[in-house]
């Protein structure tokens, strides 16, 4: 099952979601005369429903559904509208470690490297455009991510247990200024280069998501999934989330040691080989981004300046 919200802002709606047309989920319990009490457009506790399923099976069954919609008339809005918190890994595929220069560890030889980026600004609605920084413009960079959401609240989970506490599946892209550098007349400090890497992550409209969650039962293994980001209609990056260096579960318990995690909080676990900076390839205002990954869906993203 495939959920999204859909606009306007101002009256969100839970929506079904596929590649051909987007179904609100009232239209289809009117038409298939099921009583769903006080819907909303949170997506997390109509994941975890069997009405709710059980109308997503009768709405695959159906060629047609009245009041289903095409893409190109819906606004899409971000599956979870305010996450607690949004943390994601950096070096997480070890082609993309090499890609960098960089030299890739065995897991059992390293741990995770997470971040995080604000919920209220970086989070960004798909097919809504990134704003390119007038600040710092010229080396902005593309990585496609698939993306955890927390289901239920879970700490010091083991990695057994972890997936227990996942509702389902969304795309990120983790958008880069790959050599923001404030101050350019600074005194150098030991760390100036670690926090121009994270500050480079953390500029308003950097986080697009969605366009939907995908329920677990859909997607029982995270790690089996093709991931493809085309810029322009070229393909940049073509890989595989059984890529990752720590698999989706290790990546709940490595950080709900540390912290404790809520309904709603996203995990957007790292990106393959293919990014832009090897190249010196940056995105420009105009740039479409498509990033895909299979069972999930399509993430479209255009640039502009801000």
Not at 111 to 130: A, E, G, R
Request: proline share 8%; glycine share 8%.
């Amino acid at each position: 099952m495939r959920l999204c919200r859909i606009g306007p802002e101002s009256a969100p709606r839970a929506a079904f979601y596929d590649e051909f047309r987007i179904i609100p989920l009232l239209d289809a319990q009117r038409v298939h005369g099921q009583s769903l009490d006080d819907i909303g457009d949170d997506l997390l506790p109509l994941l975890a429903s069997p009405q709710v399923q059980k109308l997503a099976a009768w709405v695959d069954a159906q060629e047609y559904v009245p009041g289903q919609l095409n893409h190109e008339k819906v606004e899409l809005l971000v599956p979870v509208p305010r996450p607690n918190k949004i943390f994601l890994l950096a070096g997480n595929y070890a082609e993309h470690i090499r890609e960098r220069g960089g030299v890739a560890a065995e897991r059992a030889e390293t741990f995770p490297y997470v971040f995080m980026k604000p919920p209220t600004t970086t989070l960004n609605h798909p097919f809504k455009p990134v704003r390119i920084p007038k600040v710092s413009p010229e080396h902005i960079d593309w990585e496609l991510e698939l993306c955890v959401v927390i289901g239920s609240r879970c700490k010091s989970v083991s990695e057994a247990d972890a997936l227990k506490h996942v509702a389902g599946y969304t795309i990120v892209n983790d958008i880069t200024n790959r050599k923001y550098r404030p101050n350019e007349g600074r005194k150098k400090r030991e760390k100036d280069g670690f926090f121009d890497w994270l500050h480079g992550k953390w500029f308003d409209s950097f986080c697009p998501c969605g366009p939907c969650i995908v329920s677990t039962d859909e997607l029982p293994d995270p790690q089996t999934l093709p991931m493809k980001l085309i810029v322009n209609g070229k393909t940049w990056q073509d890989g595989s989330s059984s890529q990752m260096i720590f698999p989706v579960a290790a990546l709940i318990e490595f950080i709900s040691n540390m912290v404790t995690l809520e309904p709603g909080d996203l995990i957007s676990t790292g990106t393959p080989a293919g990014v832009g900076n090897t190249t010196a390839t940056y995105l420009k205002p105009g740039d479409i981004m498509e990033g895909t990954i299979t069972g999930i869906g399509t993430l479209r993203t255009a640039m502009v300046a801000e």
